[in-house]
Structure formats: structure tokens, C-alpha cells
């Protein structure tokens, strides 16, 4: 799989080196990994596609700080990059694959075909810890393959219902900044220059930055506690102590 490496270390360097405007400030980690051929043997075995309809064979993925607005931006920014002959967008979010949320990209470029997986760290998180359970319990459960072991399925079915959670936090945390964000851009938009804004707008903004804000933080909270959660899980399932 050396020439597939090749390609995704290609497409990895270009996602890190080029100046995104919807790049994130925080933590933006980009990773490069060709399918094993054990995992590809596996893959066309479940499904009637052939060696060169893999999309995936040369995988980068984007594990970065961020909202869901601004992983939406970022995809759509990548994949005009690349042109939008050669690159599409599709979207795990609402509709995920066995409890796993991203946002990815198809590129077909002249190597060959390549995905970028957008993923936000708590979206990481998730699918991290459950790869880890798969490799346990068998990869099936990545497939929505039922197992006939009752407590793996019911591992299976908490961190499917982890997944939602985490989406509708994500999504409600994300639907509040953008409130936040569209009053403020709208106090300093005024017109007139330099002159006071529309005090009624101050006041609007700051009665949404009161009713939300808390909210936005339980939000937040929640979401940081899910991650420490999962976290800890990963690291039972690698063997290591827990502190209680």
C-alpha cells in the first residue's frame, strides 16, 4: 500500500500547509493513514464494490477544535479547493454510519482516489473509543453487524445513544453561538461611522448573551465531560489504570 500512502501523505501536506480562512484558531490536527489489507479485504467483502471504487484506501483525516458551522465551512472550503469536478462533500452528520459523525470528502485527483474525514474532537472522541471497542469485540459493529453476545450489543446501543447526545449538544451549542455572533456583528454594522450604536441592539445583545449564555455553557460542560468519559474509556480498553 506504498503508493496509497504516498497519495494520502500528498493530500495531508496540502491540508496542512495551505492558510484556510475557515481554519479554526484552536487545536487542528491532521493525520494521514492507508487502509490495511486485512481491513480492505474486509471492507470489499462486505460490499459489491471494486478495488478502484474504494474511496477510502488513502484516508486523511482533520481532528480539530471547532463548531459545527465552521466544520460545514471548512469541508466546503477544502473540497472548492480541490474543485468541485473532483471533490464531494458528504455529510454523517444527520445521518450517521453506526453511530459515527463527520463530515467527509471524496476526492478523485490524478493519483487516485483519496477521503478527508472532518471530524470535530468530540466527534474524534467517539469514534476513537469505538474503533477501540471494535477491535475488541470484532469490526462488525462498525458495519451495524449485530453481535450475539448481549453485552456487546448493549455497549454498542450506549455508545449509539452517546452519539446522539453529543450531536444534539453540539448542535444546540452551535445554534446559540451563531445567535450570539449574528447580534454582536449586528451591533458593530450600525450605520453612521463611528457613532454609539442603536442602543436597542445593545440591549438585545445583551439579553441574549444573559438568557443564552448559561446555557451555552451547560452545553459546553457536558460536552468536555462526555470527552473526559470517553477518554477514560479508551484507556481501560488499552490496558492502563484509571484513577478513580
Known amino acids: 500500500m506504498l503508493w496509497h500512502n504516498d497519495l494520502a501523505g500528498e493530500v495531508a501536506a496540502i491540508l496542512t500547509n495551505t492558510q484556510w480562512s475557515n481554519k479554526p484558531t484552536g487545536q487542528f ?44 465551512l471548512l469541508a466546503h472550503e477544502i473540497a472548492d479547493y480541490f474543485g468541485r469536478e473532483r471533490a464531494t462533500v458528504k455529510d454523517l452528520r444527520d445521518a450517521p454510519h453506526s453511530g459515527y459523525r463527520a463530515v467527509h470528502i471524496w476526492l478523485i485527483v490524478p493519483a487516485g482516489r483519496a477521503e478527508v474525514q472532518i471530524r470535530t474532537l468530540h466527534q474524534s472522541e467517539w469514534a476513537n473509543t469505538y474503533e477501540g471497542i471494535a477491535d475488541l469485540v470484532g469490526r462488525g459493529i462498525r458495519y451495524n453487524e449485530p453481535s450475539d453476545n448481549e453485552r456487546t ?42 457613532s454609539a450604536p442603536d442602543p436597542g441592539l445593545i440591549d ?9 449564555g448559561d446555557r451555552a455553557v451547560d452545553f459546553q460542560a457536558r460536552l468536555k465531560q462526555t470527552s473526559e468519559h470517553l477518554r477514560s474509556l479508551r484507556r481501560i480498553l488499552d490496558g492502563e489504570e484509571v484513577e478513580g
Open 153 to 194: 450489543q448493549r455497549i454498542v446501543q450506549a455508545m449509539h445513544e452517546l452519539s446522539k447526545r453529543i450531536a444534539r449538544d453540539e448542535k444546540n451549542a452551535d445554534q446559540i453561538a451563531n445567535v450570539v455572533d449574528n447580534l454582536v456583528q449586528a451591533v458593530f454594522d450600525q450605520p453612521g461611522g463611528s
Open 29 to 72: 490536527a491532521v493525520t494521514a493513514r492507508s487502509k490495511t489489507v486485512d481491513t480492505l479485504i474486509q471492507k470489499l467483502a462486505r460490499s459489491s464494490s471494486k478495488l478502484d471504487r474504494v474511496q477510502d484506501i488513502a484516508g486523511v483525516r482533520i481532528d480539530a477544535d471547532m463548531s459545527l458551522t465552521q466544520q460545514t
Open 204 to 212: 438585545q445583545a445583551l439579553e441574549a448573551l444573559s438568557s443564552l
